[in-house]
Each structure stands twice: as structure tokens, then as C-alpha cells.
């Protein structure tokens, strides 16, 4: 089982900056691929990022491509998500998630259903 909690959400305005953080318990993160998606009020969950369990690999949906980066820290335990220039579309939960597997070799690493273990989730507000 891995536990994880999501932290770093709140209110920015537009064009602003926020770091998520994700830190996982119960097992080694490091042996896990990571991924980052959000839920905004009305619609459905959307990808968001992954990263590979050694960190090698990255990918970002369109949508954040430049703005968003995904990163990881073995060490502690900790997946990141560095926000920037956000928007106020970007405003939604955003959760992150964990498999044991390599699901960008696999070609399921966007899809929510891929991946076994999901935080609570943190809040982001983008005010215009």
C-alpha cells in the first residue's frame, strides 16, 4: 500500500506561481511512477504530468506544456509539481497518483484508470 498527500494548493492570481507537493508513505516511492491530474468542478478528471520512478521520463499534457513541470526527489519521498504562468482554466483539484508500473513504455501513463493508488487531492484557485 502507498499512501499519498497532496500539499501546496491555494489562491493565485492569474499568471502566478504554485509548487504541489505529493509525498508518499507506506512504501518506496522510488519504485513507482508518479502522475499528476486535476478534476475541475463539472468535468472529468484530466491528466496532467508523469514522471518514470527513476525520474528519466516526463510528459505533460498540452495544455501545461511550458508552464508546468513534474519532478521528483526519491530521497524524500516527494513528487512535485512546479505551476507557472497559471490560468484561471488551470483552477480544479488536482491529485497525484502512483503505479508500480512502467506505464510510459506501456502507453497508458495519461490514463487515470492505470494507475492503483490517488491522494486526496489539493485545491488550486486562479483569480483574474
Known amino acids: 500500500q502507498v499512501q499519498l498527500v497532496e500539499s501546496g494548493g491555494g489562491l493565485v492570481q492569474a499568471g502566478g506561481s504554485l509548487r504541489l507537493s505529493c509525498e508518499a508513505s507506506?512504501?518506496?516511492?522510488?519504485?513507482?511512477?508518479m502522475g499528476w491530474f486535476r478534476q475541475a468542478a463539472g468535468r472529468e478528471r484530466e491528466f496532467v504530468a508523469y514522471?518514470?520512478?527513476?525520474?528519466?521520463?516526463?510528459y505533460h499534457a498540452v495544455s501545461v506544456k511550458g508552464r508546468f513541470s513534474i519532478s521528483r526527489d526519491n530521497a524524500k519521498n516527494t513528487v512535485y509539481l512546479q505551476m507557472n504562468s497559471l490560468k484561471v482554466e488551470d483552477a480544479a483539484v488536482y491529485y497525484c497518483?502512483?503505479?508500480?508500473?512502467?506505464?510510459?513504455?506501456?502507453?497508458?501513463?495519461?490514463?487515470?484508470?492505470?494507475?492503483?493508488?490517488w491522494g486526496q487531492g489539493t485545491q488550486v484557485t486562479v483569480s483574474s
Open positions: 507506506g512504501r518506496t516511492v522510488g519504485n513507482y511512477a
Open positions: 514522471i518514470s520512478a527513476s525520474g528519466s521520463i516526463t
Open positions: 497518483a502512483a503505479s508500480p508500473e512502467p506505464l510510459f513504455y506501456r502507453g497508458t501513463y495519461a490514463a487515470a484508470e492505470a494507475y492503483n493508488y
